[in-house]
Nanobody
């Protein structure tokens, strides 16, 4: 079972940037990877997804043009570059991967492997 560890969260002022990283304990070259977030009192939501080759990406409408997801299948890492951060981006951010290989999905219920999360706080 692949274990995922996120890093890069922190406190930043509105308009600032953060780069989240996710390190996998095993090979992830055949699976889609996603970033999800959950704010207190809110449901978990998918922020961005990248397919196994990096050729397809999905972004939630609220982050389009501000966030960029990328992956390095040699280093088994996934990144989320977050620019022009807003207070409403404040949440715990999770890296995740589905159990099925070569399956492109943004549905959280399809994801089986989750990291412990990294907190992002954006002050106004």
């Amino acid at each position: 079972q692949v274990q995922l560890v996120e890093s890069g969260g922190g406190l930043v002022q509105a308009g600032g940037s953060l780069r989240l990283s996710c390190a996998a304990s095993g090979r992830i070259s055949s699976i889609t990877m996603g970033w999800f977030r959950q704010a207190p009192g809110k449901e978990r939501e998918c922020v961005a997804v990248i397919d196994w080759s990096g050729g397809r990406t999905y972004y939630q409408d609220s982050v389009k043009g501000r966030f960029t997801i990328s992956r390095d299948n040699v280093r088994n890492t996934v990144h989320l570059q977050m620019n022009s951060l807003k207070p409403e981006d404040t949440a715990n951010y999770y890296c995740a991967g589905p159990r099925r290989a070569f399956y492109y999905t943004s549905e959280g219920s399809d994801y089986a492997f989750w990291g412990q999360g990294t907190q992002v706080t954006v002050s106004s």
